[in-house]
């Protein structure tokens, strides 16, 4: 069995563990400017959206990137109006997977 | 060891808001499962042995940058791509930390570091939600939000998910692909509180997409997730605007206003 990545998850715990930590055991970061935290708040949106467009919209095509259009697109517009209207983030997961599975079964995708 | 107190407003038994703490854990719980559960098999289409996928929950404790991982992982990104993704990803529990500190500094440091690892969204969400109503705080409410919420859920869930995710012959078939994109996309839309985070989020993605394609994505999403959040800062007043009555209620709002809305919560 492989225990490659176990080094890759150490990596990212490393990398975690004092953004939880730092505060606590170093008050000072409690005094941190306006402008950074806010920046800080941001980051969340920007990356996980960065995430998911890359990820459905940006394929591979002979070792190079590619502009790519699929079912994925309709899944995950499908997830984002459903977390939007129900908050509901397991519901938007559930609908876009099966509308995935069930386009691919049908032949559609 | 005494309790710090800290003005609060409101002063609940500390009995009755531990019972409610324990039924908001168990909320959570069920959700949280339920994520580890599509983590773990997620993990195990993307490549991961039960091993691996279990490592990251219990070394990582970070759904977002977990799920993130495995795409990443998956797309053959290299390892300090997804180590800067994480840490990225996972800057905001800075503002849950300092939040919580006015609170703990009383304790003692290796406690605080035990608890620090423990922090997510919902222990940061459930503790100070039990340390207002009760004005001050309780170790022992912060380790049933932290534990029972979240922190077993996701980690036997993931070794279920893990398990059984070998048995999957071709995921795809599933739509388990789109697991990633959805989630992260989902927690981007319960982050969006408001037009800063609107703007960060859309000009994330619409910096992500075209240096994905014209340099690789990689380069794209950090580059997005950079660029994104300069973006959402420039959309409103200044922050010192928007300061509250003091320092301690101004990082507090910045780290609710960070956290995912209740009822989406379950993802570390």
């Known amino acids: 069995m492989s225990v490659g990545l176990v080094a890759l998850a150490a990596l990212m715990g490393a990398v975690t563990y004092p953004s939880r930590a730092t505060p606590l055991l170093a008050p000072w970061v409690e005094r941190l400017p306006a402008g950074a935290r806010l920046y800080l708040r941001l980051v969340g949106p920007a990356v996980l959206s960065a995430l998911a467009a890359a990820d459905v919209m940006v394929g591979t095509a002979g070792g190079h990137p590619v502009f790519h259009v699929g079912i994925e697109w309709l899944a995950v517009a499908a997830s984002v109006i459903l977390v939007a209207w129900r908050r509901n983030l397991f519901l938007g997961l559930i609908v876009g997977v099966v509308l995935v599975a069930g386009a691919r079964a049908l032949g559609l995708a | ?268």
Do not use: C, K
């Not at chain 2, 808001?17 to 324990?22: D, E, H, V, Y």
């Not at chain 2, 970070?62 to 991982?69: E, H, K, L, T, V």
């Not at chain 2, 006015?102 to 919902?122: Q, S």
């Open chain 2, 1 to 268: 060891m005494s309790a710090q107190a800290l003005p609060s407003g409101t002063s609940a038994s500390l009995a009755a808001s531990r019972r409610r703490l324990l039924v908001e854990s168990a909320g959570i719980a069920i959700s949280s499962g339920g994520f580890g559960l599509v983590y773990g098999l997620a993990a195990r289409h993307a490549g991961f042995s039960p091993v691996e996928a279990v490592a990251m929950s219990v070394l990582v404790f970070a759904g977002a940058s977990q799920f993130a991982a495995v795409g990443l992982v998956s797309g053959g990104l290299a390892w300090p791509g997804v180590v800067l993704v994480t840490a990225l990803l996972n800057a905001r529990h800075l503002l849950y930390s300092a939040a919580l500190a006015p609170w703990l500094r009383h304790l003692g440091r290796g406690r605080r570091a035990a608890m620090a690892y423990v922090l997510t969204d919902e222990s940061f969400a459930l503790s100070i939600a039990h340390f207002q109503r009760i004005g001050h705080d309780d170790e022992v409410g912060y380790w049933i939000g932290a534990i029972a919420s979240t922190w077993i859920p996701w980690n036997v869930m993931t070794l279920v998910g893990a398990a059984l995710g070998g048995e999957v012959a071709d995921p795809s078939r599933f739509g388990l692909d789109v697991v990633f994109p959805a989630a992260m996309a989902g927690l981007a839309v319960g982050l969006v509180t408001g037009r800063r985070e609107l703007v960060a989020a859309v000009a994330g993605a619409g910096v992500a997409v075209p240096l994905g394609l014209a340099i690789g994505p990689t380069a794209g999403i950090v580059a997005g997730g950079l660029v994104g959040p300069l973006a959402g800062m420039l959309a409103g007043p200044r922050p010192a605007a928007e300061a509250g009555p003091g320092p301690r209620a101004t990082l507090l709002d910045d780290a609710r206003a960070a956290v995912d809305p209740p009822d989406e919560a379950g993802l570390p």
